[in-house]
Protein backbone atom coordinates (compact mmCIF):
# COMPACT_ATOMS: atom_id res chain seq x y z
CA UNK A 1 0.00 0.00 0.00
CA UNK A 2 1.07 3.13 -1.06
CA UNK A 3 1.13 6.58 0.87
CA UNK A 4 2.43 9.67 -0.36
CA UNK A 5 2.70 12.70 2.04
CA UNK A 6 3.40 16.13 0.90
CA UNK A 7 5.16 19.18 2.78
CA UNK A 8 6.79 22.45 2.48
CA UNK A 9 3.46 24.56 1.13
CA UNK A 10 3.03 28.01 2.97
CA UNK A 11 2.87 31.69 1.78
CA UNK A 12 5.73 33.59 0.21
CA UNK A 13 5.74 36.65 -2.08
CA UNK A 14 5.81 36.74 -5.45
CA UNK A 15 9.85 36.39 -6.61
CA UNK A 16 9.88 33.88 -3.46
CA UNK A 17 10.43 30.38 -3.77
CA UNK A 18 9.36 27.32 -2.28
CA UNK A 19 10.17 23.86 -2.10
CA UNK A 20 8.08 20.84 -1.77
CA UNK A 21 8.59 17.60 -0.26
CA UNK A 22 6.57 14.22 -0.96
CA UNK A 23 7.69 11.12 1.39
CA UNK A 24 7.02 8.07 -0.33
CA UNK A 25 5.82 4.92 2.06
CA UNK A 26 5.32 1.62 0.46
CA UNK A 27 6.93 -0.44 -2.35
CA UNK A 28 8.55 0.36 -5.54
CA UNK A 29 9.63 4.46 -5.57
CA UNK A 30 12.35 3.90 -7.30
CA UNK A 31 10.82 1.60 -9.93
CA UNK A 32 8.41 3.77 -10.92
CA UNK A 33 7.07 7.53 -12.26
CA UNK A 34 6.30 10.32 -9.84
CA UNK A 35 4.47 14.04 -10.60
CA UNK A 36 2.96 16.96 -9.23
CA UNK A 37 -0.34 18.29 -10.20
CA UNK A 38 -1.90 21.43 -8.78
CA UNK A 39 -5.17 22.75 -8.01
CA UNK A 40 -6.55 26.21 -7.89
CA UNK A 41 -9.53 27.89 -6.48
CA UNK A 42 -12.32 27.21 -8.73
CA UNK A 43 -9.70 25.75 -11.29
CA UNK A 44 -9.40 21.64 -12.54
CA UNK A 45 -6.40 19.53 -10.98
CA UNK A 46 -3.70 20.21 -13.59
CA UNK A 47 0.07 18.41 -14.24
CA UNK A 48 2.94 20.60 -13.17
CA UNK A 49 5.43 18.32 -13.64
CA UNK A 50 6.90 14.30 -13.80
CA UNK A 51 9.75 12.31 -13.39
CA UNK A 52 10.32 8.88 -14.91
CA UNK A 53 12.02 5.70 -12.97
CA UNK A 54 15.27 6.73 -15.51
CA UNK A 55 14.91 10.27 -14.74
CA UNK A 56 13.35 11.74 -17.21
CA UNK A 57 11.80 15.27 -16.39
CA UNK A 58 8.74 16.89 -18.11
CA UNK A 59 7.17 20.49 -17.21
CA UNK A 60 4.33 22.12 -18.02
CA UNK A 61 5.14 25.10 -20.21
CA UNK A 62 3.52 27.67 -17.36
CA UNK A 63 6.18 26.61 -15.00
CA UNK A 64 9.47 25.86 -17.19
CA UNK A 65 12.93 27.26 -16.60
CA UNK A 66 11.28 28.18 -13.13
CA UNK A 67 10.47 24.56 -11.48
CA UNK A 68 12.60 21.58 -10.20
CA UNK A 69 11.29 18.55 -10.16
CA UNK A 70 13.91 15.50 -8.45
CA UNK A 71 14.11 12.83 -6.04
CA UNK A 72 16.02 11.05 -3.45
CA UNK A 73 15.67 7.35 -3.98
CA UNK A 74 17.68 6.61 -0.52
CA UNK A 75 14.84 9.42 1.10
CA UNK A 76 12.26 7.72 -0.52
CA UNK A 77 11.23 11.41 -1.48
CA UNK A 78 10.08 13.21 -4.24
CA UNK A 79 10.52 16.45 -4.33
CA UNK A 80 9.48 20.23 -6.23
CA UNK A 81 11.94 23.67 -6.09
CA UNK A 82 9.89 26.33 -6.90
CA UNK A 83 11.35 29.64 -8.01
CA UNK A 84 10.25 33.10 -9.43
CA UNK A 85 6.63 32.21 -7.68
CA UNK A 86 4.07 34.54 -8.95
CA UNK A 87 0.36 34.57 -7.82
CA UNK A 88 -0.90 32.63 -10.32
CA UNK A 89 1.05 29.36 -8.82
CA UNK A 90 -1.33 30.01 -6.10
CA UNK A 91 -2.65 26.45 -5.64
CA UNK A 92 -2.73 23.31 -3.51
CA UNK A 93 -0.29 20.93 -5.08
CA UNK A 94 -0.28 16.98 -4.68
CA UNK A 95 1.78 14.42 -5.72
CA UNK A 96 1.13 11.31 -7.45
CA UNK A 97 2.75 8.21 -7.71
CA UNK A 98 2.96 5.72 -11.12
CA UNK A 99 0.15 4.02 -9.52
CA UNK A 100 -2.23 6.74 -9.33
CA UNK A 101 -1.68 6.83 -5.51
CA UNK A 102 -2.31 10.35 -4.39
CA UNK A 103 -1.31 12.74 -1.61
CA UNK A 104 -3.11 14.73 0.68
CA UNK A 105 -1.85 18.28 -1.00
CA UNK A 106 -0.27 21.24 0.44
CA UNK A 107 -0.97 24.59 0.32
CA UNK A 108 1.07 27.42 -1.55
CA UNK A 109 -0.05 30.94 -1.68
CA UNK A 110 1.46 33.76 -3.75
CA UNK A 111 1.01 37.01 -3.01
Known amino acids: ?3 LVESGGGSVQAGGSLKLSCA ?3 YGFSSCGMGWYRQAPGKERVLVSTISSTGTRTYADFVKGRFT ?3 D ?3 NTL ?3 MNSLK ?3 TAV ?3 VSGTNDWGQGTQ ?3 S
Open 1 to 3: HVQ
Open 24 to 26: FSG
Open 69 to 71: ISQ
Open 73 to 75: NAK
Open 79 to 81: YLQ
Open 87 to 89: PED
Open 93 to 95: YYC
Open 108 to 110: VTV
